[in-house]
């Protein structure tokens, strides 16, 4: 049963559709998959040609379906494979609106469980960076193995504070998701411990938390960057009011108007101010019953009637805002947020909120210059070239879209704190786009190699000279970030170089061209464990780090062991040997339990591949694949 203060603040909300929406709650809901564009050489059409479901496109997601009822795609070896998410319709949604490019720097800041980080990473084909946050540690934990089981290669998993990434990242990423920790009214008819947990109480609770995290990333979108802000539940004090008081403290941020899909809805600017854990907030003007029209021009009723509604003093008071009154000039972007109720579409209920910086040519200028003192430009030529294009983007960066910023973002790309320190695999194939896709080349990389051979990373930091007109405490941090990741990566230098020649043993064995072609980056050690980490990849100095980038293997007594993750990051192109069996075959179910499989074949590593899409390694004596499928995963079918 629906809580009876959340059902009477909808029916003030809803008015009479407030009787369609709850009988929405009875109503099966709609279950749905997004495939992994990534992980066939076909892409899109090659991944879809390879479900075994009938299904029916999703609008606002070119990958998404919706599945029958009676299907149970997450029991499938394709699911295990990565050919696939389970994700609901409407949680696709914000990730559209985020629109991530390919080479962007983007941030997920709530991310667990992972499916928009691996939405995000499908829209960006492998290039870029992806830094997926998440600040519970079992949570990020599940976010970690989703990011592995779908194949992506370059996100970086992390269990931090938005705090502390703010005080890292200012001004650095190109694309910020929030898909804000909420009240989970949106989930009620998914989840009913969504139900039992919901309070008045909590509704405050979130909303407070959700000012938080949405002042720390503002602070950390680079100039013309797009922020999403979600949620999935309809408390308005998490939703417009959320947006609404962010506008009040954050005026050089605008709600952008973008076009809605079918069965979408614009917010609702009159909900502004209700606070649900306090009804005599709950007043609004002469407005239409209608929860949110989809007439564009809609007029909200706002002039003459919300200046003598009060807003929550409070969290003004709490924000040094001597404001007491609806400010209409910042309400009425709130029509340009969206809401998707679920008598209105197939999916679940789900806000969100396009941001965008205003007037910010200033802190164009502020950032580059400070990139260039801190020797942190990245180009193909750190000279006069380097200045000459840092000089055209922050003259023009007030006229250009982002699109046009994205162009040459290769040779203007810093990172506060430095990048990952290792040794650098350069780019066999310069016109392959198919994995990281960034000729970035690190400043203190003198004389960078890029005829495709591995070269390593000077280790010498930034001109001192070029560090004195910094603040005191971002030089400090520099310093820090520089040092500690330098010792990190490179802590016993022959320990890097064996990996460095393991790895390089491995691969001239066991990949194709067309692997050696999509794996480059940075080589780098935790331990027996080797990485290859973008270059766009930020310094593991001084951050909780569950997943730096793609984990390559294991060295152990003077060998090479391949990881389940790189496995589920090839083709079958990239790979010298394979073998591959039906989904449906009993050769598939013995793999996927952890039993090896009779097969005559040369000895060495084979990448075991279902339907054409990779599961995992099997190591060939001869008579017989011995199995590397990971322990924790295999399946007892006997339950």
């Known amino acids: 049963m629906l809580p009876s ?44 040609s390879k479900l075994p479901f009938e299904t029916k496109k999703i609008l606002w997601e070119e990958n998404g379906f919706v599945y029958k009822d009676e299907d149970e795609p997450g029991k499938h070896p394709l699911h295990m494979a990565g050919l696939y998410y389970i994700q609901e319709p409407s949680a696709m949604s914000p990730v559209a609106y985020l629109d991530p490019k390919p080479g962007q720097r983007v941030l997920d800041l709530c991310a667990a469980p992972g499916g928009k980080s691996t939405q995000i990473a499908g829209r960006m084909q492998g290039r870029g960076i992806l830094v997926s946050n998440e600040i519970n540690a079992g949570r990020a934990k599940i976010l970690s193995e989703n990011i592995e089981r779908m194949g992506i290669g370059n996100a970086m998993v992390l269990n931090e504070t938005p705090q502390n990434l703010s005080a890292r990242f200012e001004g650095w990423f190109d694309r910020i998701l929030i898909d804000a920790p909420c009240s989970g009214e949106g989930m009620f008819r998914k989840n009913e411990d969504a139900v039992t947990n919901w309070s008045p109480e909590n509704v405050r609770l979130c909303a407070d938390r959700q000012d938080e995290i949405l002042d720390n990333a503002a602070s950390m979108l680079a100039p013309s960057g797009r922020l999403v802000y979600s949620t999935c539940t309809f408390a308005p004090d998490e939703d417009e009011g959320t947006i609404y008081r962010f506008l009040l403290r954050h005026p050089e941020f605008r709600v952008v108007e973008v076009p809605l899909y079918e069965g979408m809805d614009h917010g609702n600017p009159s909900w502004a101010l209700i606070d649900t854990s306090d009804e ?20 909200y009723g706002l002039e003459g009637c919300l200046d003598e509604v009060k807003i929550n003093k409070e969290k003004l008071n709490k924000d040094n805002l001597n404001i007491e009154k609806l400010n209409k000039e910042v ?11 679920p008598h209105h579409l197939k999916g679940e209920g789900h806000f969100l909120a396009v941001l965008e910086r205003v007037n910010e040519n200033s802190d164009v200028d502020v950032k580059i210059n400070s990139a260039k003192e801190a020797g ?60 990281l896709g960034e000729d970035i080349y690190d400043s203190d990389s003198k004389g960078a190699n890029v005829s495709g051979n ?35 990566a490179l802590k016993g230098g022959s320990d890097l170089e064996l990996a460095k020649k393991l790895w390089e043993e491995f691969a001239g064995e066991v990949l194709s061209e067309s692997g050696m072609d999509r794996l480059y980056g940075t ?7 080797v990485y290859l980490a973008p270059f766009l990849m930020p310094s593991t100095d001084r951050l909780k780090v569950m997943r730096p ?37 009993k050769e598939i179910k013995d793999f996927t339990s952890g039993l090896s499989l009779t097969a005559s074949l040369d000895n060495g590593w084979y990448l075991i591949l279902t339907d054409g899409c990779s599961l995992g390694w099997a190591k060939s004596d001869g008579r017989r694949l011995k199995n590397h499928y990971p322990k924790g995963l295999r399946i007892n079918y006997a339950d």
């Open 376 to 435: 942190e430009l990245h180009g193909n030529d750190m000279g006069q070239e380097a200045d000459e294009s840092v000089n055209d983007i922050s003259q023009e960066a007030g006229e250009q879209s982002v699109s046009d910023i994205d162009q040459k973002a290769p040779t203007i790309t810093y990172c506060p704190g430095g990048f990952q320190r290792g040794i650098r695999i350069e780019q066999r194939n310069p016109h392959d786009s198919s994995y």
């Open 280 to 299: 005599s907030t709950w007043t609004k003007p002469d407005l239409q019953d209608n929860a949110a029209s989809t007439q564009d021009d809609q007029d």
């Open 549 to 585: 980038g793609l984990h390559l293997g294991t060295m152990k007594k003077g060998r090479f062991e391949p990881s389940h993750s790189l496995a589920l990051f090839l083709r079958k192109e990239d790979v010298k040997n394979s073998h591959d069996y039906p989904s449906d075959s």
């Open 5 to 48: 203060k959340f059902t009477n603040r909808m029916k003030f909300m809803l008015g009479q559709e407030c009787d369609a929406f709850l009988v929405s709650f009875e109503c099966v809901r709609s279950k749905a998959l997004r495939i992994n564009p990534c992980k066939l050489q076909g892409g899109r059409e090659d991944a879809y």
């Open 523 to 529: 080589l780098f050690t935790f331990g027996e464990n």
């Open 454 to 488: 591995i070269e390593k990373i000077d280790s010498d930091s930034a001109d001192k000279k070029s560090k004195k007109k910094l603040k005191a405490k971002d030089r400090r941090l520099m310093d820090k970030n520089a040092g500690r990741a330098q010792n990190k």
């Open 331 to 341: 309400a009425d972007q709130l029509a340009n947020c969206i809401r998707l109720w």
